[in-house]
């Protein structure tokens, strides 16, 4: 079965600044997906950004953008610029790519990003 | 687009009686639904999964006599919580994705129950 670990409960971050956060999966397979969620106070789950596996290219989506180390099986975070906005938990999520495979998504635990003004 | 929605928002009941709980996708055609649990400061827990017209999977260690879950359309699917107990006060998320190649979950903003 696929875990995934988020090993930073809480991470603060002045406003504007950068800050990373790691997240570790392990899986057997070759395949796969991995998704940062952002889940303000409102609870509502928010897709922040997504990776492919097979793709090498780090995925970036404005201020936010992934190191994607496969082999090490490493998906960190990093927001750049960091807003009050971007205070909320954040979990990294993993789903299977296979064929007739599962949708279902792995979370971890979450890490809780406080922005300080 | 992609906007799934939750009814209700909250919920109170008492203890040994039943809620219900909707989830709809507004805008698309969801043919995987699934629910989740998550308690406070804590991530999400799937509980199951629906197929529209199938009988749902559940995970491990979910007793799918207390949580009943039905995938009736490809916009609908209801959990209900069956002689509710205070233990099962929770946050109550649901989300649906549009199959296929679709890699996305969209979620539901949520249901707060709390029992009496």
């Known amino acids: 079965a696929q875990t995934v670990t988020q090993s930073q409960p809480e991470m603060s971050v002045q406003e504007a600044e950068t800050v990373t956060l790691s997240c570790t999966y392990d899986?057997?397979?070759?395949?796969?997906?991995l998704f940062w969620y952002k889940q303000p106070p409102s609870r509502q789950m928010i897709l922040v950004i997504r990776?492919?596996?097979?793709?090498?290219q780090n995925a970036t989506e404005n201020r936010f953008s992934v190191n994607f180390q496969k082999a090490a099986k490493s998906f960190s975070l990093k927001i750049s610029d960091s807003q009050l906005g971007d205070a909320a938990m954040y979990f990294c999520?993993?789903?299977?790519?296979?064929?007739?495979?599962?949708?279902?998504?792995?979370f971890g635990k979450g890490t809780k990003l406080t922005v300080n003004p | 687009g992609a906007v799934v929605s939750q009814h209700p928002s909250w919920v109170i009941c008492k203890s040994g009686t039943s809620v219900k709980i909707e989830c709809r996708s507004l805008?698309?055609?969801?043919?995987?639904m699934f629910w989740y649990r998550q308690f406070p400061k804590q991530s999400l827990m799937l509980m199951a999964t629906?197929?529209?017209?199938?009988?749902?999977?559940?995970e491990q260690g979910v007793e799918k006599d207390k949580f009943l879950i039905n995938h009736a359309s490809l916009t609908l699917s209801t959990l209900t919580v069956t002689s509710a107990h205070p233990e099962d006060s929770s946050f109550y998320i649901c989300?649906?994705?549009?199959?296929?190649?679709?890699?996305?979950?969209?979620f539901g903003p949520g249901t707060r129950l709390t029992v009496t």
């Open positions: 899986t057997s397979e070759s395949d796969y997906y």
């Open positions: 629906s197929n529209e017209g199938s009988k749902a999977t559940y």
């Open positions: 990776q492919e596996a097979y793709k090498q």
């Open positions: 999520a993993y789903r299977s790519a296979n064929m007739g495979g599962s949708e279902k998504l792995v």
């Open positions: 989300s649906a994705t549009m199959g296929g190649r679709a890699l996305e979950q969209y």
């Open positions: 805008d698309f055609q969801a043919t995987t």
